[in-house]
């Protein structure tokens, strides 16, 4: 009986507080179909689908930048840029106004792989002015967004560039088991985040870094190469997004993509991506993207004028925020690498050294030795300090 009533009632309002978002994108779902039933067709869920394995693959993207306290407000720009080099490489031979007349027409993975080797530059750049010149993220990406905004205006003259090759544009209508290849794409981009995030080094050092910057590094962490490659990483990504793009548009200009950063961020937060490291899932951020786009796709459907939709990112990010708050306080407190700000105390030489969880916990100041979530990673520190 006593389990019963707790099974009915902490458990069950502790789960509703922790999943009110898509409790609530149910009913509107839900409410929505009843009252237009083309709603839940085939048709519109996978376009729906199409649409959310692009907004999901910058999102994953923009991840592991938040998941480490960063950021990247280069990934609209970056993607839109992505996509109109994508369109210039895969124009068809003779196309009126192609815009290198004399290029032949690059096979599709060839375009791809050219596309997301400059954006992974790009990337690079990015990772080396956060780690190395210290510069906030916020501020770096900011400026890289005002730079590739501008090498795209310039380059391409603002103008569209469509006349794309049917190899290309095919892959946005091209199915595998009746499912669309975008869809593929964005799940195997999916699968391959969770094995980096849960079973990989690197996905250990980011959450550590995310964790206690300070207590990783002393850990032996080499926090900038691994900034550095999350960076990296964070534009191939948003190069895939927008050659993907690209393809499903069948052109692309230089506003292409603006303003996806945004709604990545409002996203992975929605999901569970803590603002303040350290805290983030793959499946969790899946959730975050369908929350915009089932309802932009709502509003649509309830023919609201396309003008209010612009008023639609703003409650999802004050909610995105709030909610990544209260989750994300939530895990740190049981995540093992929750490692607060750690003890210190000087040792014979003077050099300030990170004191043992169990050593301040009994009032001692003896055992110094990496944090508890950093021990595994670097066996032969964790000997030196202890």
């Given at each position: ?5 707790k099974l ?7 789960w ?8 609530l994108m149910l009913l509107v779902?839900?409410?929505?179909g009843i009252?237009h ?7 519109n869920?996978?376009?729906?689908f199409?649409?959310?394995?692009i907004?999901?693959i910058i999102?994953?993207g ?7 306290t960063g950021?990247d407000?280069s990934?609209?720009r970056l993607?839109?840029?992505a996509?109109c080099?994508a369109c210039?490489?895969a ?5 009126a106004g192609?815009f290198?007349?004399?290029m032949?027409?690059?096979p599709t993975p060839?375009?791809f792989?050219?596309?997301i ?6 990337g690079?750049?990015n990772g080396?002015?956060?780690?190395y010149?210290?510069?906030q ?5 900011l400026?890289?967004?005002?730079v590739?905004y501008?090498?795209c205006l ?7 560039i469509g006349?794309?090759n049917?190899?290309?544009t095919s892959?946005?209508s091209?199915?595998i088991l009746k499912?669309?290849v975008?869809?593929w794409?964005?799940?195997?981009v ?8 849960n079973?990989t080094?690197?996905g250990?050092?980011?959450?550590a870094?995310?964790?206690?910057e ?5 850990a032996?962490?080499?926090?900038n ?5 999350i960076?990296?990483l964070?534009?191939c ?6 050659c993907l793009l690209a ?5 692309a200009?230089?506003n292409?993509a ?12 929605i999901?569970g991506?803590?603002?303040t490291?350290g805290v983030?899932t793959?499946p969790?951020i899946l959730?975050g993207?369908l ?10 459907f309830?023919n609201v004028n ?7 990112p703003g409650?999802c990010?004050?909610?995105g925020?709030?909610h990544s ?7 740190r407190?049981?995540?093992p690498f929750?490692?607060?700000?750690a003890p210190?105390?000087e ?11 169990a ?7 003896g ?5 508890p979530?950093?021990r595994v990673?670097?066996?032969t520190?964790r000997?030196k300090?202890e």
């Amino acid at each position: 009986m006593e389990a019963t009533k707790k099974l009915t009632g902490k458990s069950v309002k502790k789960w509703l507080g922790n999943n009110a978002i898509i409790v609530l994108m149910l009913l509107v779902s839900l409410f929505v179909g009843i009252i237009h039933p083309n709603f839940f067709a085939p048709a519109n869920l996978i376009n729906l689908f199409k649409n959310v394995s692009i907004r999901y693959i910058i999102a994953l993207g923009i991840s592991g930048c938040l998941i480490t306290t960063g950021n990247d407000l280069s990934a609209g720009r970056l993607a839109g840029f992505a996509a109109c080099l994508a369109c210039i490489f895969a124009q068809t031979e003779g196309a009126a106004g192609k815009f290198y007349p004399n290029m032949p027409t690059l096979p599709t993975p060839v375009v791809f792989i050219l596309v997301i080797a400059i954006c992974a530059i790009v990337g690079l750049c990015n990772g080396l002015v956060v780690s190395y010149l210290k510069v906030q993220p916020f501020i770096a990406t900011l400026g890289m967004q005002q730079v590739v905004y501008g090498i795209c205006l310039v380059y391409t003259g603002g103008t569209p560039i469509g006349s794309l090759n049917k190899d290309f544009t095919s892959l946005a209508s091209n199915t595998i088991l009746k499912v669309p290849v975008l869809i593929w794409i964005a799940l195997i981009v999916a699968v391959c985040f969770w094995f980096l995030y849960n079973k990989t080094r690197h996905g250990k050092y980011m959450y550590a870094i995310g964790g206690n910057e300070a207590a990783a590094e002393v850990a032996g962490v080499n926090v900038n190469a691994t900034k550095i490659r999350i960076y990296i990483l964070a534009s191939c990504m948003f190069g895939l997004a927008g050659c993907l793009l690209a393809a499903k548009s069948g052109g692309a200009s230089v506003n292409t993509a603006m303003g996806y950063e945004l709604d990545a961020i409002a996203a992975s937060t929605i999901g569970g991506v803590s603002t303040t490291g350290g805290v983030g899932t793959v499946p969790g951020i899946l959730v975050g993207v369908l929350v915009f786009e089932l309802m932009k796709v709502a509003l649509q459907f309830m023919n609201v004028n396309s003008s209010y939709t612009y008023i639609r990112p703003g409650p999802c990010h004050h909610c995105g925020c709030g909610h990544s708050i209260s989750v994300s306080t939530w895990q740190r407190s049981n995540s093992p690498f929750a490692y607060g700000e750690a003890p210190r105390r000087e040792n014979r030489r003077g050099a300030s050294a990170v004191i043992s969880p169990a050593a301040a916990a009994a009032g001692g100041t003896g055992g110094v030795s990496a944090p508890p979530a950093l021990r595994v990673f670097s066996p032969t520190l964790r000997k030196k300090l202890e």
